[in-house]
Nanobody, 115 residues
Framework: VQLVESGGGLVQPGGSLRLSCAASGFTFSTYDMSWFRQAPGKERELVAR????????PYADSVKGRFTISRNNAKNTVTLQMNSLRPEDTAVYFC?????????WGQGTQVTVSS
């Protein structure tokens, strides 16, 4: 099983990034997919979640209206489009896959928002 995040980097405030998570080794379409983030000295927090049905659960208040999660079951990928980025969005972003029985984490990708 692998979850490989990509797309992180350094961006100026107000900019955009698109994170991708490529999944393999399990039946992607049957798993709920989530993006979490963890800033230095803080707990890991849920940012966005998309169910196996394609339904999107409410976003974290801090990213509502700025971030969009989507999935492509044909390509086994989940993406997080991040717009209007702020310095407080700086964190390591993790992809997570979970079912009723199993869950898997990616290794994370660093997002830094700074001028």
């Amino acid at each position: 099983v692998q979850l490989v995040e990509s797309g992180g980097g350094l961006v100026q405030p107000g900019g955009s990034l698109r994170l991708s998570c490529a999944a393999s080794g399990f039946t992607f379409s049957t798993y709920d997919m989530s993006w979490f983030r963890q800033a230095p000295g803080k707990e890991r927090e849920l940012v966005a979640r998309i169910l196996s049905t394609g339904a999107v659960t409410p976003y974290a208040d801090s990213v509502k209206g700025r971030f969009t999660i989507s999935r492509n079951n044909a390509k086994n990928t989940v993406t997080l489009q991040m717009n209007s980025l702020r310095p407080e969005d700086t964190a390591v972003y993790f992809c997570k896959a979970d079912s009723w029985r199993y869950f898997y984490w990616g290794q994370g990708t660093q997002v830094t928002v700074s001028s």
